[in-house]
Every structure is written in structure tokens, then in C-alpha cells.
Nanobody, 124 residues
């Protein structure tokens, strides 16, 4: 059983930056592909980014490509999401998730463990 705890959300002005963290416990972190998803009010949860167990392969949603960067530190059992050039449409509850098999998937049903989420609000 893997437990995931997100942190780092907050209120930021458009054009600003935030870094989200997700700390994992209870499993072998380096076995899992890790993803970030987000859910805006009244909308479905959507894929944001995925990183392979080694960190050597990353995949992004088109809406965040070039602005967001996913990374991981397996020694610290933590995955990060660096978000730059934030827009009001990035406002959402952001979740991290763990997947095994570790290969890329953008489908939320393919992830086994989820955190509780951290709120990101971008003001215009």
C-alpha cells in the first residue's frame, strides 16, 4: 500500500510559478510510474504529466507542455511538479498518483494510488 501526500499549492498571480511536491511512503517508490493530474471545479480530472521510474522519460499534456516540468528524487521518495508561466486556467486541485506497471498512461483509471490533492489558484 502506497500513501501519497501532496504539498506546495497556493495562490499565485498569472505568470508566476509554484512547485508541487508529492511524498510517497509504504512501497518501493522506484518501481512506480508517477503522474500528476488536476481537477478544476465542475470538470473531470485530467492528466497533466507522467514520469518513468528512473526519471528518464516524461510525458505532458499539450496544455502544460513547455511550462510545467515533472521530476523525481527516488532517494527522497518524492515527485515534483514545477509550474511556470501559470495561467488562470491552471486553477485546480492537483493530485499525484502512482502506477504499476510503470509505463506511461494518461488514464486516471490506470493509476493505483492517489493523494488527497493540493489546491492551486491562479489569479488574473
Amino acid at each position: 500500500q502506497v500513501q501519497l501526500v501532496e504539498s506546495g499549492g497556493g495562490l499565485v498571480q498569472a505568470g508566476g510559478s509554484l512547485r508541487l511536491s508529492c511524498a510517497a511512503s509504504g512501497g518501493t517508490f522506484s518501481n512506480y510510474g508517477m503522474g500528476w493530474f488536476r481537477q478544476a471545479s465542475g470538470k473531470e480530472r485530467e492528466f497533466v504529466a507522467h514520469i518513468s521510474p528512473s526519471g528518464g522519460r516524461t510525458t505532458y499534456a499539450d496544455s502544460v507542455k513547455g511550462r510545467f516540468t515533472i521530476s523525481r528524487d527516488n532517494a527522497k521518495n518524492t515527485v515534483y511538479l514545477q509550474m511556470n508561466s501559470l495561467k488562470p486556467e491552471d486553477t485546480a486541485l492537483y493530485y499525484c498518483a502512482a502506477r504499476y506497471p510503470s509505463s506511461f498512461s494518461g488514464g486516471r483509471g490506470d493509476y493505483d494510488y492517489w493523494g488527497q490533492g493540493t489546491q492551486v489558484t491562479v489569479s488574473s
